[in-house]
């Protein structure tokens, strides 16, 4: 069986796992605090704080913005349950639109959607390819009269949030540069499937504009993510530093040394060969498909952006749900996993139960019934990728053909 998304671990993996463990400090410390640095180097921004997931790093966030019932977040129906879960658990309403062809949210939808309630917007780079951030940030901008703030630091920023879930996307280019800086918080997933991890983690950009000060923001949020203590462990122990204060009713989402050293180990490797890699994967599908009419290839590069080939999302030019999903019967009977991504919030029983209705959003609804996610990982050979291309033209052939 090819396997969908294994992790990759190897001896220098192991060795840097070993060597903290070794250490004698195994929590947030130094290994943490150097990831964080490096992260920030890579994105090109000042300021990023290390965390245990994107859903704990992102609810955070909207907990630190004041997000409270009553406020609007505009998210896409087409994304993982994470972007509207943190949204729920603030009281808040998710404002749900459509996509574009691209799988990335429609911004004449999200300016239709804006109202005086909308608090945040939350964009997803599906795949890793990287939304209009320009065209988000020029509609914030135009709407920044109708925003109604609610507290000192809504006042202060003076307009819509834009939370960027970039779970997918570190690596992703725009403009040459990469994913981080284009959005207020950029907040990444080290989930164990995504393209860079650490088991589980995440990490936030922090990237306000003035007059905000993002270190005095890192340092702020840095303590609700410790439960609102003024000190850390590791601050703790210095020598007669054993005193603290609690200033809010914190969180507890940092990240362990533990985690970090992983995440160190793969961000050596991450440009120079994972994400090299990873395109190639891309472009070897591309060229087997291609051949296809059926085989509508993913966009993952345009004229102003790339992916960070996080996903191969294939679709199949006009199949209904029930051959899409004979279709994947029939790949895996050939021993080669895939996967659909994703089943959009309405198709959930939670969301649906609420009130939202997939025919609201028909782009999302005709991307999801048509797609297959086709592995793509560091350690794929090029002989498995013919495999599992030739499981995908042979089960159409028995679904379409017969
Ligand atoms: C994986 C994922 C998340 C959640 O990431 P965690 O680190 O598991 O919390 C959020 N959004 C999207 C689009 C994801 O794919």
Same mark, same amino acid.
């Given at each position: 069986m090819i396997p969908f998304s294994p992790p990759y671990i190897d001896n220098s993996i192991i060795e840097a796992v070993t060597e903290t463990l070794n250490s004698g400090w195994i929590t947030t410390g130094p290994k943490t605090k150097e990831f964080e640095h490096k992260i920030a180097k890579f994105c090109n921004i000042s300021h990023v704080l290390a965390v245990n997931s994107w859903t704990a790093g992102a609810e955070l966030l909207l907990h630190w913005f004041g997000i409270q019932p009553g406020d609007e977040i505009i998210i896409p129906? &087409?994304?993982?349950?994470a972007t509207a879960n943190i949204i729920i658990h603030c009281g808040a309403t998710p404002v749900m639109v459509d996509v574009t062809e691209d799988f990335c949210i429609d911004i004449e939808a999200v300016k239709k959607a804006i109202?005086?309630? *909308?608090k945040a917007i939350i964009p997803v780079d599906i795949g890793g390819l990287p939304v209009n951030y320009s065209a988000l940030n020029k509609v914030i901008y135009e709407n920044r009269d109708i925003f109604q703030p609610n507290n000192e630091k809504q006042q202060k920023l003076g307009k819509i949030l834009l939370l960027s879930d970039a779970a997918h996307s570190f690596g992703g280019l725009i403009d040459n540069a990469y994913v981080g800086?284009?959005?207020?918080f950029t907040v990444f997933s080290f989930h164990?499937?995504?393209?860079?991890?650490?088991a589980e983690g995440g990490a936030i950009c922090i990237n306000l504009p003035e007059p905000f000060d993002n270190s005095e923001v890192y340092k702020e949020l840095n303590i609700w993510s410790l439960h609102?203590? *003024?000190?850390?462990a590791l601050a703790k122990t210095?020598?007669?530093?054993w005193e603290y204060d609690v200033i809010t009713s914190g969180y507890k989402c940092n990240m362990t040394d533990i985690l970090a050293s992983i995440g160190l180990v793969e961000l050596k490797r991450y440009k120079s060969e994972i994400l090299i890699r990873r395109k190639q994967i891309v472009e070897k599908y591309n060229t087997i498909l291609?051949?296809?009419?059926?085989a509508l290839l993913p966009? *993952?590069?345009?004229l102003y952006r790339e992916s960070s &080939?996080?996903?191969?999302l294939l679709r199949i030019k006009g199949c209904t749900i029930l051959q899409r999903n004979e279709i994947i019967k029939k790949v895996f009977d050939k021993d080669v996993s895939v996967n659909v991504? &994703?089943?959009?919030?309405?198709?959930l029983t939670f969301y649906k139960n609420l009130? &939202?209705?997939?025919?609201?959003?028909p782009v999302s609804k005709k991307l999801w019934e048509s797609e297959i996610s086709l592995p793509v990982y560091f350690s794929l050979t090029d002989e498995q990728i013919s495999i599992i291309a030739n499981a995908i033209i042979e089960s159409y052939n028995e679904t379409i053909m017969q």
């Open positions: 129906a &087409y994304t993982y349950c109202t005086s309630k *909308t800086a284009f959005a207020d164990a499937v995504k393209n860079l991890t650490t609102g203590q *003024t000190k850390d210095q020598k007669g530093a291609r051949n296809y009419e059926w966009t *993952t590069i345009d &080939y996080h996903l191969y991504h &994703y089943k959009p919030l309405p198709e009130g &939202y209705k997939m025919n609201d959003f």
